[in-house]
């Protein structure tokens, strides 16, 4: 919490604490049960409920079922479920508005009494007609003079269902000529001949949003009733409502803030219904929807969502979120914490001739810079499978996969050259012979031979088939207007990729990533032993706004006979972009996914260039570039960071000789890109040196021991998977400062 800037609805309510108006924030959650929540509901779950919680108050669950006929129980099941898994309580038992009806009636009928309220006999058309525009005042019903005693006859027979829908009203009566259209008498009561889904059929009238609202919020005792900025007249109306019913203190007040708009998507319910309903998408929990149902099923997690809400805010003007920023969100929280493993989408054989047997290489599931830990047996022979997408035949520029002159090494595993291309009668290759060194096993290379990259693989005959479905936008417009413009490729299922068998023997998590592909889920609903299906949640990279950068870029000159790029294929690069790709793969050995993130982007090499002057080790100082201020440089200019080149350099000095682990780097960042302190003040004034003594971090590890007798027993007898979990804990008590190396090493030591 402490490096969050507060919004501005953290301001009034922190005012509103000082000053003594509220002893207590009280928010609440007000859906409508007539559909699936989505992502937009997810921002204002997570503000509600998270202004209460930061603030100690409480928040409720407010079900606003005011219109019987849309609504529904399985959409307010649908709504605890997502506010639950958002990891959130409300404060005692789901409220409704329907259980407040007897007292709405009460006070409609004390409105009418002082004259403040009217049965209106208009027609729809007519009260459209009296109200009048912006630039023309409306005018006054004729039934507006009618006396309280019939006002009150009419409203009473309304409620008992003596009348046709539509053919009476009840409005306030406050000002035709108000310059806010929706202070020109207001709906107050519709006639309604529905069954309701918890009142029954007790009632003929339903209250209107604008008279329900306010005084539901009144009941519940809300201090702060933020909503979006839509209802902003209508506040006018909220308070008007309390304050002639001289309801007593204390009451709530209305705060407005920017609803969330997402591009490539349709976030109204009445949409997200029309496409489940017209069979467009497989129901309401369909991985392609914006629902939480949708995200949930994709694989999307909590944390991630609530990350994503804390990115993009809390503003008072709306706007557009581009999509790419919540996809970054669900990467930048599944990186530290999924198994890496091996899947070919299209797979395409390769015969190593010269390999004879058999062997299991120990593979880690985890890259060195997380701290998690585990491993498993990858299987190899002679018969293996790759992408198909990893060999070209022709290459073209910049491909640095398998060719038949350019050889490429199996990730975790040896270097192979291509020694021969297998054709069928089309002309399609459906096999390669191949070589392999045996020396130039990863981990301990001694064959000298220089690759470009390191590529994914299976083991022919231990693989596993899985399903795997491929999602992507559901439209293919930045702002969708309606079906036309829906995706055609929004769902890609292929049938036969194969996994290596860890994946699923061991079920080392329900998340992976496959390597250079994206982060997989095995299918909630879908998944069988006998079908294996896994969705993906998110790609590794970002295909869509390099999709963007090339429809944009001039491309005059060059004859139309050229291949059409293929998604995820890389984009030849400059010769000023390859000359700086040498460089930071020859000179500075930085590995090749790195130095192509910087190569090809000009901003992010020249902020490296200027970081590495004042300290010249790149290996860290490009991790920061390339994860964090890359992150940044897609939502500002290199200009407004708060930050200079120098100051990166210095985090990562401080990793490098380990005063800080690359967990309270990744914090102090978070600082420096807020205030522009210096990383060197930060750490020195919070106190997060990194722990390395071992006779301290040995405390922590006995610590964690006492506290969980029954896990140690179960490791020692076998379960080694619980070593992570060890580990994991012994950084969290030390608040992420114990240098992970070292508690690894403790751990094991202690633990035997
Ligand atoms: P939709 O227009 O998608 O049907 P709604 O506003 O009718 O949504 P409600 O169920 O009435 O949906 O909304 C419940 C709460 O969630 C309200 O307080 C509303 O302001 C908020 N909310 C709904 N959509 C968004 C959004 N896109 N961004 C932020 N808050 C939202
Ligand atoms: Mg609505």
Redesign the pocket.
Known sequence: MHNKKKDFLRKIVEEDLKSGKYKEVVTR????P??F?????A??ISLNFGIAKEYGGRCHLRM?DTNPTTEDTEYVEAIKDAVKWLGFEWDGEVRYTSDYFDRLYAWAIELIKMGKAYVDSLSEEEIREYRGTVTKPGRRSRYAERSVEENLDLFERMKKGEFKEGEHVLRAKIDMSSPNMKMRDPLLYRIKHAHHFRAKDKWAIYPMYDFAHCLSDYIEGVTHS???LE?ENNREIYDWVIETLELKPPRPYQYE?A???INYTV????K?LELVEKGIVSGWDDPRLPTIAGFRRRGYTPEAILNFCEMIGVAKANSVVDISQLEFAIRDDLNPKVPRVMCVLNPLKVTIENYEGFEEIEASYYPHDVPKEGSRKVPFSKEIYIEQEDFMENPDKGYFRLTPNQPVRLKHAYIIRCKEVIKDANGRVVEIKAEYYPDSKSGSDRSGIKVKSAIQWVEANRAKKVEVRMYDRLFKTELPQGLEDLNPDSLKVIKNALVEPAVIEEKADERFQFERIGYFYADPIDYSDANPVFNQIVPLKDSWSKKKKKASAPKAQKPTQEKPQKEGESIPMSAEEEALFERYTKELKLNSEVANTLARDSKLSSFFEEALKSYPKPVTIANFVTNEVARELKQRELESLKYRPKQIAELAKMVDDETISTKIAKQVFEEISQSGEEPTKIVKEKGLKQISDPTVIKEMIDEVIAQNRENVKKYRAGNQKLFGFFVGQVLKKSGGKANPKMVNQLVREVLG
């Open positions: 959650f007000p859906p409508e007539n559909g929540p989505h992502i937009g509901h921002k204002s606003d933020l909503c979006t209802f803030f609803r969330l708009n976030m109204s319910k009445r997200l």
